[in-house]
T-cell receptor
Framework: DGGITQSPKYLFRKEGQNVTLSCEQNLNHDAMYWYRQDPGQGLRLIYYSQIVNDFQKGDIAEGYSVSREKKESFPLTVTSAQKNPTAFYLC????????????FGSGTQLSVL | GESVGLHLPTLSVQEGDNSIINCAYS??????FIWYKQESGKGPQFIIDIRSNMDKRQGQRVTVLLNKTVKHLSLQIAATQPGDSAVYFC?????????????FGIGTKLQVIP
């Protein structure tokens, strides 16, 4: 089955700790995205990558970091600098063609202990 | 996840009735519009899309209507079923650029009453 796999489904972060959320896709998509979802708000873009070894900040990149060493993988690290990390994090991917569909993973719920 | 669905507009519909979910957009340059369905604890799923050169598009039990004059998008679900219960949100995109240019709506929670 082709798709996007996010892990873990639930993650807990302690004070001062960095945590990494995994995102893997086998759709052969060039572009990958990380969104944050909070109650009462639309999805907000954290980081995106249009090609391997390249990524760009989105609207709310502060306190987060990413890497794109392989086409199929786009991990997101939530650093200790992110003071309000509790949210539902969604990874997505698409082809680099106008109006191609955006496919989402099943999400990771991050909570602070 | 568990945070999805809180503080959202809610639409309650009797099973078998039709549902209409609305979305307003502000950027008149948007030319591609998408509806997503998100069940609790899951990622959004694509439902249907429409381009700005159309005003109506139909899928299986769903219809999307686009009114560019008033910048309004709606999703109609025919014969609503319990499995349709979810949060539905719209997204709109300008003609250039990838999904980094997309704006997502906050969503509407659809509750189907058996």
């Amino acid at each position: 089955d082709g798709g996007i796999t996010q892990s873990p489904k639930y993650l807990f972060r302690k004070e001062g700790q960095n945590v990494t959320l995994s995102c893997e896709q086998n759709l052969n998509h060039d572009a990958m995205y990380w969104y944050r979802q909070d109650p009462g708000q639309g999805l907000r873009l954290i980081y995106y990558s249009q090609i391997v070894n390249d990524f760009q900040k989105g609207d709310i990149a502060e306190g987060y970091s990413v890497s794109r060493e392989k086409k199929e993988s786009f991990p997101l690290t939530v650093t200790s600098a992110q003071k309000n990390p509790t949210a539902f994090y969604l990874c997505a991917s698409s082809r680099q063609i106008p109006n191609e569909k955006l496919f989402f993973g099943s999400g990771t719920q991050l909570s602070v202990l | 996840g568990e945070s999805v669905g809180l503080h959202l507009p809610t639409l309650s519909v009797q099973e078998g009735d039709n549902s209409i979910i609305n979305c307003a957009y502000s950027n008149s340059a948007s030319d591609y519009f998408i509806w997503y369905k998100q069940e609790s604890g899951k990622g959004p799923q694509f439902i249907i899309d429409i381009r700005s050169n159309m005003d109506k598009r139909q899928g299986q039990r769903v219809t999307v209507l686009l009114n560019k004059t008033v910048k309004h998008l709606s999703l109609q679900i025919a014969a609503t079923q319990p499995g349709d219960s979810a949060v539905y949100f719209c997204a709109f995109k300008p003609p250039t650029g990838g999904y980094q240019k997309v704006t997502f709506g906050i969503g509407t929670k659809l509750q189907v009453i058996p």
